[in-house]
């Protein structure tokens, strides 16, 4: 993995923002290490940039750590692993799907940035960029599991901003809308005509939009720290309102 390129490791880098945000970091000049548990299809999109693909389950403190022993240096880190599982009210909240939310989305970012936080503020420039999400900061009726989530994985994030002042290290939160991936694939367990509905009659963000804002966050000057970057589709005003053409 010797390389002297300056390396970026994106978590979930197998499909949707993360697999966008690896071809991107790579293309501006990046050794990119990808993880995600798909090891496949990591494997493809390695080979296609240059980069190093790494079996990762953010879930799982033991893949952490294999993940993280693998990884020699870091100068980016893209917490970006996670997502959604169901839309049901609190009244019939689905146990096991806030667990796998809160493990994904919180839980993971907290271990991969405790583990590799010595080796960005080593590197001497280190930035964390967090992939939250307007659910950081809104809520909706039935997003209860995945609002807490990003809300908690949100506040984890800035409070790094604080607690490592001083140090060379930059957090970058960026919190997108309706972007068109996977995202609604997995959160309905694979109904693909509930998914499509969620973008019908309107133009959502594409993967590659959000991984063109992190690529200009993270090569600004080491000086310049961007803490939050909220994007979303012109037809979309909030989590709950969007203009749809018939
Ligand atoms: P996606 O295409 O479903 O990608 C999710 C990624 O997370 C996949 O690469 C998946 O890889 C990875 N992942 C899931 N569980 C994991 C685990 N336990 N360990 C390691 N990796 C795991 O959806 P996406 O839209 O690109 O989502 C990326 C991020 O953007 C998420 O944090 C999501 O909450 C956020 N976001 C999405 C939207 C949107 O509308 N799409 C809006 C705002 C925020 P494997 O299955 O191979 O492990």
Redesign the pocket.
Known sequence: MSTDRPTAIV??????????TARRLSAEGFHVVL?????D??EKIAAEIDGTPLE?????TE?VAAFCEQVQDCRVLV??????AGLETVAAADEDHWR?MW???VL?TLRLTKALLPKLVASGDGHVVT?????AQEIYDGGAG?TAA?HA?SALHRTLRGEELGKPVRFTE?????????????RFDGDAERAAN?YKGLV??V?ED?ADVIAFAVTRPAHVNLDQIVMKPRAQASATRAHREP
């Open positions: 978590t979930g880098a197998s499909s949707g923002i993360g697999e966008a993880g995600a548990r798909r090891l299809r990591l990762l389950d953010v879930t799982d893949s917490n970006n692993a996670g997502g959604a796998w493990e994904t989305n993971g992939v939250t999400s307007i659910a995945y990003k994985q960026v919190l997108p809308g309706m972007v068109e991936t996977d995202f609604s694939l997995v969620v959502p963000l993967a959000v």
